[in-house]
């Protein structure tokens, strides 16, 4: 089985950096996503790691430690539109089919 | 370039009733899963599929039966709803290589009566 450990609720100011943390334990891990999900809209695609170190994509940096079985997604310069769930997603298992989901991390941006 | 589409939007049933939903994607994706998310419960993988004519269970298949006779699509199927069905369905396909990525349908909004 897996277990996937997010924090339920972060709340940060518009403008600041906030760091929404992902750790794991899986069998056969082969890669992590990053989703965001608005209230009441589908999950959008963020970012995927499969190696070891940070990746960078404009304001939204992910960064993943396989040995440690964690992840992080870095965002920056954070916008009143930031605000929404975000699901940490690692990628397991023979022929790697199946992304199994955390609950997800609901940040709040405010003013 | 429609990418994931799904059928219905909204649905209400009764009890003891069956529905099917559709799912379609025009990015010729092998792979293709429908997911129910419940508050609190997060995503939960019902069924996947890996190839035209394949399904496999996920984590909460019980209740459900899928196909993919074509590629493009892949069908929930629900024979006798149950109120502990209603849920937000979401349908997603998958691009498997170096930029790997799942990409999310808008999802089916279902409540059994």
């Known amino acids: 089985g897996q277990n996937i450990d997010q924090p339920t609720e972060m709340t940060a100011t518009e403008g600041a950096i906030v760091q929404i943390n992902c750790t794991y334990q899986t069998s056969g891990f082969n890669g992590l996503f990053w989703y965001q999900q608005h209230a009441g809209e589908a999950p959008t695609f963020l970012s995927y790691?499969?190696?070891?170190g940070l990746e960078e994509k404009g304001r939204f940096s992910s960064f993943l430690s396989r040995s440690k079985g964690y992840s992080y997604l870095l965002l920056k310069e954070l916008q009143m539109k930031d605000s929404a769930s975000y699901l940490c997603a690692p990628l397991s298992g023979a022929g790697s089919y199946q992304l199994t989901f955390g609950k997800g991390t609901k940040l709040s941006v405010i003013p | 370039n429609a990418g994931v589409t799904q059928t219905p939007k909204f649905r209400v049933l009764k009890t003891g009733q069956s529905m099917t939903l559709l799912c379609a994607q025009d990015?010729?994706?092998?792979?293709m899963y429908w997911y129910r998310q419940d508050p609190g419960m997060g995503l939960r993988l019902i069924h996947y599929s890996v190839g035209e004519g394949t399904t496999a269970k996920g984590e909460v298949p019980d209740g459900y039966n899928v196909s993919r006779l074509k590629k493009q699509n892949f069908l929930l199927g629900l024979e006798s709803a149950a109120p502990s069905q209603t849920s937000v369905y979401f349908c997603?396909?998958?691009?498997?290589?170096?930029?790997?990525?799942?990409?999310f349908g808008p999802g089916t909004r279902l409540t059994v009566l």
């Open positions: 990015m010729n994706h092998e792979y």
């Open positions: 997603a396909s998958r691009w498997t290589g170096v930029a790997d990525t799942q990409y």
């Open positions: 790691n499969v190696l070891d």
